[in-house]
């Protein structure tokens, strides 16, 4: 048995019901496993909700919670995949006093350097957004911090795999 913890992409395919999410996140629960970042949003097949959680385990128990997973009826299907085997991004939104945009060639030289994006100033604030991976997004607020940040927001992660799935095929049959 493994004892290295990994980081896993987990991916979910599932019909859109209600309390799936608590029954799911229970499973994590019993096990006194955190789940690092969730996300829940439309597939490429209609009708079909895709989820996306980070968790740090071992691959073992990986293996039995997908298990489980599976088991619930309204999941079609679930998978799991390291870093490696996947391309992800986060997103964030800084919201940061305004007079600093100006007065500050240090905030505009971070900006410019992290390409993050200005979604919108007015006199009070501005409005940051980044795409990237955690390290980015983990950077970019630190540096940022040092000037205050008034309010700081970091989406769950989403993730394709390098590798083709055969989710839509499986469906079709």
Same mark, same amino acid.
């Given at each position: 048995?493994?004892?290295?913890?990994?980081?896993?992409? =987990?991916?979910?395919?599932?019909? &859109?019901?209600?309390?799936? !999410?608590? #029954?799911?996140? +229970?499973?994590?629960? #019993? *096990?006194?496993?955190?789940?690092?970042?969730?996300?829940?949003?439309?597939?490429?097949?209609? &009708?079909?909700? @895709?989820?996306?959680?980070?968790?740090? !385990?071992? =691959? $073992? %128990?990986? @293996? *039995?919670?997908?298990?489980?997973?599976?088991?619930? =009826?309204?999941?079609?299907?679930?998978?799991?995949?390291? $870093?490696?085997?996947?391309?992800?991004?986060? %997103?964030?939104?800084?919201?940061?006093?305004? $007079? !600093? !945009?100006?007065?500050? #060639?240090?905030?505009? &030289?971070?900006?410019?350097?992290?390409?993050?994006?200005?979604?919108?100033? &007015?006199? =009070?604030?501005?409005?940051?957004?980044?795409?990237? *991976?955690?390290?980015?997004?983990?950077?970019?607020?630190?540096?940022? %911090?040092?000037?205050?940040?008034?309010?700081?927001? #970091?989406?769950?992660?989403? +993730?394709?795999?390098?590798?083709?799935?055969?989710?839509?095929?499986?469906?079709?049959?």
């Amino acid at each position: 048995m493994s004892t290295e913890k990994n980081i896993y992409t =987990v991916t979910i395919y599932t019909e &859109n019901n209600i309390g799936l !999410l608590n #029954r799911i996140s +229970a499973i994590f629960q #019993r *096990r006194h496993i955190n789940i690092e970042s969730i996300n829940s949003s439309v597939s490429e097949i209609e &009708n079909v909700s @895709k989820w996306t959680l980070v968790v740090k !385990l071992h =691959v $073992d %128990s990986m @293996k *039995r919670i997908i298990g489980q997973i599976e088991k619930q =009826v309204e999941v079609i299907k679930a998978y799991y995949h390291t $870093d490696e085997e996947t391309i992800y991004q986060e %997103s964030c939104l800084f919201k940061i006093k305004s $007079d !600093l !945009l100006f007065d500050e #060639r240090q905030i505009q &030289n971070i900006i410019k350097e992290s390409n993050a994006r200005i979604v919108t100033v &007015n006199k =009070v604030f501005f409005v940051l957004e980044k795409s990237g *991976r955690k390290e980015e997004i983990e950077l970019l607020y630190r540096e940022l %911090s040092v000037f205050g940040i008034m309010q700081f927001t #970091r989406s769950g992660r989403v +993730a394709v795999t390098k590798n083709e799935m055969k989710i839509s095929t499986m469906l079709k049959a």
